[in-house]
């Protein structure tokens, strides 16, 4: 519970710096990749491209989904309640958030282009709304003020019982929309006969943003440690202060 | 250190909105006594009691109550406790004989103690019979007292038990407080009423800006 | 001296219900509001073929409006006076709290419906008979206690101080979307619209089922923690 004396030098470490430069690399090629070297789509020409963001960024949506919820049953779970995974569960949540928020436009655009609509009721799509909704929710939940440990009660069980609740959002979706029987397909990605290239380039974006949001977390769970810390010593000095009126 | 204390508390602090509340708390009671917590407005006392119904965390320093650490476990406490808050926890569109009823069937209390209990309250068949919304404040205490009393707790707290309440009615929870103690519970009252509680107590704490002045 | 979780339902239950009888808040309030949303639907939407068309979805949009009413208003009844406090002092199963709180807004929101679905049928012109009925019935069991259980259970997070209850919409509604995906699709077998048959719509309240178990569960496993300080 000391407080940090020395200057400020940034939260990175060794081993972050090295996977931010992993991801750094990773995500320079799939730009460059993503806009020059691949080839275009035999049916949806350039607009293909938006499937290099879309596609992982989904794909880290859903992972952060799943790393805060697994992150809230290790805290609920462990006797010592380990702080560590409270922030894990925060900073993915907020890290999440913003690749929801990035699928959705990415695939709202891309249905434009391809599609006319900005919009379709897709099930992965719509899912994502509801994840993206369910999660600012959730930082509500964890902006509600007290302690560290009050907070991550709280918001811990609100993660699991969104655990609960979105397979069930989920399933509704697909029973609902398969009644709606539609002969084409029902998201831009089914129909495209991915060459080599493009193949390699999706992999490697899913790889890249992986990386990139496992950095995001670390840092952002870093930050919230001392943000915690600092309240701590908030608190430290407020009882000194309190201390010291008596003494007067 | 013995922990036949009912409290016991070593620099304890309670945190409310990012406010020590308790700054450093260390006060030991014993089994039976009825203890006197004054002090100004803000001092803390509320927090005190709530802090040992197990209603607030207890952040830093020793917490022990009626051998429970609050700073481990704050819920096991809770059913050897009883605390009468500012507020007095009553639903206005019941009777004082259905708030009482419905308190004594969540607690398991049996149809004779929750009888007895509104007769040490000096609460008749005709008052028994009105809804809570159209009592004058010192009946809806003295409701909130035959709820506390039917729970037989062995720590009571009581918060400004006195307040909005005639002579007469500061009479009977003297009355009651003193039969409780005979009985065998530890009272700890947060009082403003310094004469009339001093008369009361067995013992005076002091408590200032979270922390405990002197106690006599 | 602690009592069965059931005991302490029952004794939940029965004194919200008696509260309600005695202020009759959803009588005077909540029904009359739905009754008006009912009506001005049909003031937006200006096309009988249509009303009768998306009348389940309209009977349940409505009942989810109502839903955030009758939520708060049965946390109102604990925080007025600091019940819920002194619930939690007295060391209280908050499971049955859950329960009793749960089995209270069940009854109030079947109530609701019940006026809803009438006035559907007055107003929007839907029929339902025979084996729609049934279906109708069991749909309308299983989406409430579905409600009731996410509606106790978010409510008592958001029961209270500090402007918290403006997060029980966000936090319930997307909760909430299944109920209302599945209820619809149910409902709207039972009044055959658009050509459905009856049989159409048992899936949807298989999932309405399997939601009120979950969330039941859940919600006796989390209640206590969302509601504690």
Known sequence: MSSETQ?????????????????????????????????????????????????????????????????????????????????VAGASAEVGVLFMAMTLLSGSLWGRITWGTFWVWDPRLTTTAFLFVTYLGYLAVRGLGGTAEQRA????????????????????????????????????????????????TLLFGVFGFTVLFAWLVSHRQRIIAMQDAQQINALDAAVTERLKEVQA | MSTDSVINFVDAVVVYNGYPALAGVTLRVERNEIVLLQGPNGAGKSTLLRACAGLMPVIRGTANVLGYDLTVDRESVRERVGLLGHQNGLFGELTIAENVAFWSTVVGASVEERNSAMER????????????????????????LACLVVR????????????????????????????????????????????????????????????????? | MSMSTSRIARAVAAKDLRIELRSRVVTNQVLPFSGL????????LDNDDVLQRVAGGLVWLATLFSLFILVQRTFAVETNDGALDSLRVAGVNPQGIFMGKAVALFVQLLVLEAML???????????????????????????????AFVGTLYGGLTAGARGRETLLPLLLLPVVAPVLICATRATESAFRSGGLTVGEGWPWVAVLAVFAAVFGLGGLLSFSSLIEE
């Open chain 1, 7 to 87: 200057s400020f030098k940034g939260v990175g470490t060794p081993t972050t710096r090295m996977y931010g430069l992993m991801a750094v690399i990773a995500l320079g090629w799939v730009f460059l990749g993503g806009l020059f070297f691949t080839p275009e789509d035999a049916v949806q020409g350039d607009a293909v491209r938006i499937m290099y963001v879309h596609v992982p960024t989904a794909w880290v949506a859903y992972l952060a989904f799943i790393v805060t919820g697994i992150a809230s049953a290790c805290w609920l779970i462990g006797k010592k309640h380990s702080m560590g995974f409270d922030r």
């Open chain 1, 153 to 200: 009660r709280r918001s811990s069980v609100i993660a699991l019982l969104a655990v609960l609740e979105i397979p069930l959002v989920h399933f509704s979706v697909v029973l609902w929309r398969s009644l709606h029987q539609r002969a084409t397909v029902l998201s831009p990605d089914g129909d495209i006969k991915m060459d080599g290239l493009m193949l390699f």
């Open chain 2, 121 to 144: 309250m000096a609460i008749d068949g005709k008052l028994a019979g009105r809804r809570v919304s159209e009592l004058s404040a010192g009946q809806k205490r003295r409701c909130a």
């Open chain 2, 152 to 216: 037989r707790a062995e720590l009571w707290l009581l918060d400004e038990p006195h307040a909005g309440l005639d002579a007469k009615g500061r009479d009977e929870i003297d009355r009651i407080v003193k039969e409780a103690a005979a009985s065998g519970a530890t009272i700890v009252v947060a009082s403003h009423e310094i004469e009339r509680a001093q008369q009361l107590a067995t013992r005076t704490i002091s408590l200032v800006a979270g922390q405990v002045r002197d106690s006599q």
């Open chain 3, 37 to 44: 949303v009912m009506i001005m639907f049909a003031f937006a």
């Open chain 3, 117 to 147: 679905f009438i006035a559907a049928i007055v107003l929007y012109r839907v029929n339902v008979n025979g084996s729609g009925l049934v279906l109708l019935v069991t749909c309308v069991l299983c989406a409430t206690a579905g409600l």
